[in-house]
């Protein structure tokens, strides 16, 4: 196998990265019923810009590394929000991440329960001062 040879597989590997993410969006878009991304959308994004970019700079094509370069630090600010906010919300069967918005973990289906609204107490007597 030649140099040029394992760099179009790399290439044709980015762009199956590529499809193989939108098919994970249009699932989980499916499963929900509404518009979601999924995590795995993310990781794949960043993975097929990661090795887009290296096969661009294998080309020495200045218009598909910039395309590239601008595109992968979006993907990979996405990825840093996802593992940041990772500890914040997570599915208590699977521990897998939940989107915000998501009443379904996407991971393993199960019920995301709605956040309670703020318990309202009396106020406390012993606050009140008497006039």
């Known amino acids: 196998m030649t140099a040029g040879q394992l760099w ?7 762009q199956a990265l590529f499809g193989v993410r939108v098919l994970v969006q249009w ?14 959308y993310w990781y794949l994004s960043l993975a097929g810009g990661t090795l887009l970019l290296a096969y ?5 094509d200045s218009v ?15 990825v840093y929000f996802l593992r940041r906010s990772r500890t914040e919300h997570v599915c208590a069967i699977c521990k897998a991440p939940l989107q915000a918005e998501s009443r379904h973990c996407l991971r ?23 006039r």
């Open 108 to 130: 393993c289906g199960a019920a995301i329960p709605l956040p309670r609204p703020p318990s309202h107490r009396p106020p406390d007597l012993t606050d009140v001062v008497e």
């Open 56 to 60: 661009a700079v294998y080309r020495l």
């Open 64 to 78: 598909f590394i910039a395309g590239e370069a601008v595109t992968l630090m979006i993907f990979a600010r996405n």
């Open 8 to 14: 179009i597989g790399i290439g044709l590997l980015a």
């Open 27 to 40: 699932r989980a878009t499916e499963r929900q019923r509404a518009s979601v991304i999924p995590p795995m």
